[in-house]
């Protein structure tokens, strides 16, 4: 299956702070998604980026398929952004099954 | 337009016991995927099904099966539960074309299963 690393484990940032998680995966892929797991477990979609960069509000999403990686900002951060980011990409050849980084775990301090 | 709907949200079982777990996707979305998130492996596919048949299945032993239904609602089921199939199990949907999905997985709020 396709790898899928994500970097930094953990970010801890100050209030206002801007940030830029990275996801790297090892094979071409046909989808990728940034979530955004609640303190509930529920993934909130971020984004649906399998290539090119995307703008909402505060966030935003590049993703270099070419070169295997996306990459999600944060600026100005705020605490309701504390939780564990995770980036999903999709097999190209069957389309059907999506591999999960381990996420990156924010926090976001006053 | 409503979510995605994941029923029981928690429920505590004991070892051997079997549990059913549903999922009902977004309104027009034929494709259904199911993960478990554990600390350990965190997300890991289980399967996807599309017009009741199931095109991928990941690496579970055959004690985790799923069947989707006409209306494209899922059911997973786990059977001889062990301590380790404690887990939040989440369930996808997403629309298909070609066989394949297209476009986002939109994730329900997943159920809580907690094995004594």
């Known amino acids: 299956g396709i790898q899928v690393e994500q970097s930094p484990p953990d970010l801890i940032l100050q209030e206002g702070a801007n940030s830029t998680l990275r996801c790297n995966f090892s094979?071409?892929?046909?989808?990728l998604q940034w979530f955004h797991q609640n303190p509930w477990g529920q993934l909130i979609n971020l984004f649906y980026?399998?290539?090119g960069t995307k703008q909402n509000g505060r966030l935003s999403a590049t993703t270099v398929a070419t070169e295997r990686y996306s990459l999600l900002y944060i600026s100005s951060s705020q605490t309701t952004d504390s939780g564990v980011y995770f980036c999903?990409?999709?097999?190209?050849?069957?389309?059907?099954?999506?591999?999960f980084g381990t996420g990156t775990s924010l926090t976001v301090i006053p | 337009k409503a979510g995605v709907t994941q029923t029981p949200r928690y429920l505590i079982k004991t070892r051997g016991q079997q549990v059913t777990l549903s999922c009902s996707p977004i309104?027009?979305?034929?494709?259904v995927s199911w993960y478990q998130q554990t600390p350990g492996q965190g997300l890991q596919f289980l399967f996807e099904?599309?017009?009741?048949?199931?095109?991928n299945k990941g690496n579970f032993p055959g004690r985790f099966s799923g069947r989707q239904f006409s209306n494209s609602r899922s059911e997973m089921n786990v059977s001889t539960l062990e301590l380790g199939d404690s887990a939040l199990y989440l369930c996808?949907?997403?629309?298909?074309?070609?066989?394949?999905?297209?476009?986002?997985?939109?994730f329900g709020e997943g159920s809580r299963l907690t094995v004594l």
């Open positions: 309104s027009g979305h034929r494709s």
């Open positions: 980026i399998p290539s």
């Open positions: 099904y599309f017009s009741e048949t199931q095109r």
């Open positions: 094979d071409s892929v046909n989808n």
């Open positions: 999903a990409v999709g097999d190209s050849n069957t389309g059907n099954q999506f591999y």
């Open positions: 996808a949907s997403s629309l298909a074309y070609g066989g394949r999905i297209a476009g986002e997985l939109f």
